[in-house]
Structure formats: C-alpha cells, structure tokens
C-alpha cells in the first residue's frame, strides 16, 4: 500500500477506540453525537469526526495538542512519524472494544448558513432562563455593556455570537434544554461592548461566565472562546483584542477551577504577556465558576482582591 493511502487509513481508524485501548474512558454527561469527551489521568480530550472522515482531536490540558490519530499516538506514547505508524498496523489488526456509538460527521464551515439562521434571532429583551436559574440580572443582560451581544432563537435559547476577522462565524448556544454551538459554524470569540476607556479584558471559557463576574463587579470589556481554544483562529482572534486594549491594561482570567481551566490560564497568560500586559487569574472561593458565585453572592464576593 502506498504511503499516503496508508495515512490516510490510518486517520479514518476510530480515535476514540484506540484512545480506549489506552485506558481513556467515555464521559457520557459532556459527550453527544458530534463530540466525544474521553478522560485519562487528569487527560481530557474531545474527539470528533470531521467532514474529510478523519478522526481528529484536541486535549483540554495542552492547546498544542490537537490533530490525528497519529498525533495521539506520538504525543502519548513518544514515538515518531514511523514508530506511530508501526503502533496503528499493529493496533488496526485487532478487534478493538466496540463501547462507542457511532460519531455523526462535523459539518463544514459554511458562514451564509450561519448568517442565514442568526439573522432569525432576536434581540434579547428578557430571558427566563438566564434571569432564573443563572441569575443574571436583567439590567445587566440589556444594559450597555451588553447590549446586541445577546440573542434569543425561536426555542428560547440564548445566542452568543462569536466572530472572526471576517465577521460573523458561529454562536454559542445556551438555554435550559440544551448546550451547543451553531451549526455548520466555528468558533471564534464572542466580546462585549467595548469602550476607550476599558483597562481590563475579561476572558472566560463562556459568555455566562464573562456576564456573570461582570454582574459581580462592573466596568470591564469581556471575551468568551466557548470552551477549548480552536488552534485554528481563536489565539490570533485573541492576541487582536488583547492589542485592541490601550498601554497599561491587563487581563483577568477566570477560567474554571479544573484541570482544563488551568491549562486555559497558562495558554492565556503566555498570550497577555507577550503584547506586554499584566495578567491575573481570578477564582471563587469553594465553587468551580463565576456563575456558580454569583449564585452563592457570599463565596462570589469574598474571593475579590482588595484592589484591581
């Protein structure tokens, strides 16, 4: 078999099957049919399968550690281009463990679609979900700072548009029967309104993170990459806002309290420093995230510094 039709078998072989065979287990609670989430000692990767037919993955420790089987299997076991794929016709050879059901195909990118189903949301005017059980104010929600960076689609949910340098890209989906992104989309950043005079950049792992700190203590421009950071675009997306912010600003990360959210900070914190801003984490005491805080105002509220 030729090389490159050999390669290319190898990257259509099932990821997450040969991911099982080294000990990484299936979280049914964060998995769906487009996206399955795998964890091994502190590990946690999401593996998808992509329009080619390739099983491709990213690992929520490390943002450089994306790509194909391949690359799963260099980067776990060591080898180089040559030993993985010695490792995979040995792997492919056996009768691997079937838990899985089968991945749906990702759809690809197709930005008129996602332009064509945003433009049938509606401005947000009051949300039930959000004010109710995430308990964002609804002066906050429609108030300056936010105002046209929230949508509502025609099932209640509340939409987080994400853009890239050309415009629109996807959204981040949220409401009280479901979690997701935009369809055929990709993710860029979503951001609040920004003002000439902002000096702190807000950056969190969801939209509802970013207006649930803001709902805690006001007066900063915010930044969302809806969880892991897309090697594609999303650390350029974010290296731009960061030197959009004037001489002397900083970030606040608050990113989750977990393994994932770690590395997120230390991914950040190289980015901020590079254009030469200051950067700090900021973490609630005894919960994981800034809208479980805000739930809990008491534990929110006591783990701001004195001074910013």
């Known amino acids: 078999m030729p090389v490159d039709d050999e390669l290319e078998r190898f990257k259509r072989l099932k990821l997450h099957e040969y991911a099982a065979s080294l000990g990484y287990e299936l979280d049914k609670a964060e998995s769906s049919k487009r996206e399955l989430i795998m964890r091994r000692n502190g590990d946690k990767v999401s593996i998808r399968l992509d329009a080619d037919s390739h099983y491709v993955y990213y690992s929520f420790r490390d943002a450089g550690d994306n790509g194909t089987i391949l690359d799963f299997v260099m980067t776990r076991l060591g080898k180089n281009l040559g030993e993985a794929r010695r490792v995979l016709r040995l792997w492919s050879g056996t009768t691997p463990v079937k838990i899985f059901e089968p991945l749906d195909p990702a759809p690809r990118f197709d930005r008129s679609f996602v332009k064509d189903e945003y433009a049938k949301t509606k401005q ?170 805000l739930k809990a105002p008491d534990l929110g509220l006591r783990s701001f510094p004195a001074a910013l």
């Open 124 to 293: 947000l005017v009051w949300h039930d979900y959000l004010e109710q059980e995430r308990k964002l104010p609804r002066k906050i929600l429609t108030g300056p700072r936010f105002r046209g960076r929230i949508r509502v689609d025609a099932y209640a949910n509340a939409i987080f548009p994400h853009e890239d340098d050309d415009g629109l890209c996807g959204y981040e989906i949220r409401g009280r029967h479901f979690k997701g992104f935009a369809d055929m989309g990709e993710k860029g950043l979503w951001t609040s309104n920004a003002y000439p005079e902002d000096k702190i950049l807000v950056i969190g792992e969801g939209a509802i993170d970013c207006i649930s700190y803001e709902t805690l203590q006001t007066g900063h421009r915010c930044a969302s990459f809806a969880g892991g950071i897309s090697q594609s675009k999303q650390p350029e997306l974010i290296m731009r806002a960061l030197r959009a912010m004037s001489p002397g600003s900083g970030v606040i990360c608050i990113s989750h309290d977990d393994p994932a959210g770690h590395e997120y900070a230390a991914v950040l914190e190289d980015l901020t420093r590079s254009v030469g801003h200051w950067f700090v984490v900021h973490r609630p005491n005894g919960v994981k995230d800034w809208n479980d805080a």
